[in-house]
């Protein structure tokens, strides 16, 4: 039956993406020389929530926020971006697809960061969400002082792309 | 010692932690002895299911007593092609306590993944690249256990 298969499309992609994502910022994590321990930890909602968000048509963008605590307002000091474009295939024909390239390129751009720095992963959502146990609302940090780079699409599955940039100090 | 194999569903027909959670359904029943370890390990397995280093090299279980059950994962196309034919184990070894496992890992990831695991005795990972060179149970009193001949099953 086409609609039971349309759904399957679009369950599948959603999972597909949103763990492909979640392994994706904890390669940056790693590559940027920062501890994995915290994502490892709370793996299991930060991928529940990422994945009910995609299906649901939610989530605007998954934030990696990379910080100093030892400033006065632990201020940014780098940021990745996966942005989330539901009609990146608008005649998407199920295929599912990771580039790694894509993320190896950002981490290798952005360089790695002093290992005392901290991080939190941000889920940018529309309004009316579903509640997700484990997420709070927050906001994010200022990103004045800093330029955006957009690398490109990472991953992709059904209809769904996400997009990945990251910000480096402006003159850097 | 017989072995036992079964492949689980996993992305995108499952996410990772859903996954790990077929998989502990797999080898033990709700409230069995056993099975607080295997939910313990969650975050981490998941982690490795998302590498997919589950779908290079097989999870291993070695119970108390019975045959060694090895666990892997299938992704993308063949996930949705091996959820319909998932078949329970007719014995799950990790009811009891005292079961030990084995888990691939690659090895960009393993000295992060073995101290993670230092807090989970008896559960232990091991380059996705090496064979399966388990540490058999010590030697204890005989059990009454049974296994599955396979190769003998094979034979003409």
Known sequence: MSTAVYVNTATYAATH?????????RSIVKGSGLDP?????????????????????????VTLEVYDPRTSADDLVGRFDFTIDYGYYPDGDGDLWLDPDTVAYAIRKNGAFPARCEYRIVADTAPGR?????????????????????VGTAI???SLGAGLAYYSRSGT | MSVVSRTVAAIPV???????????DLLAPANSAGRGRLEAVTNIAAV?????????????????SGPRVRIRTAHGTDAAETQAGEIPLAVRP???SGWTMSLPCGIDDIEEIRAALDRHPGIEVRDVTDGVTVDEPAEGPATEGWSID???????
């Open chain 1, 17 to 25: 993406v949103a763990t492909n994502m979640l392994g994706s910022i």
């Open chain 1, 37 to 61: 321990g915290r994502i490892r930890e709370s793996w299991d909602i930060l991928e529940n929530g990422i994945a009910t968000w995609l299906a649901s048509r939610h989530l605007k963008a």
């Open chain 1, 130 to 150: 579903p509640d997700v146990r484990g997420w709070a609302t927050t906001t994010y940090r200022s990103t004045a002082g800093f330029t955006r780079h957009v």
């Open chain 1, 156 to 158: 992709g599955g059904g």
């Open chain 2, 14 to 24: 499952r996410t990772s932690v859903a996954t790990w959670q077929a998989i502990t």
């Open chain 2, 48 to 64: 490795l299911i998302t590498a997919e280093y589950t779908r290079q090299a097989p999870v291993v279980v070695i119970p108390t």
């Open chain 2, 94 to 96: 990790c009811a009891a």
């Open chain 2, 150 to 156: 396979y190769e003998e099953m094979e034979r003409p």
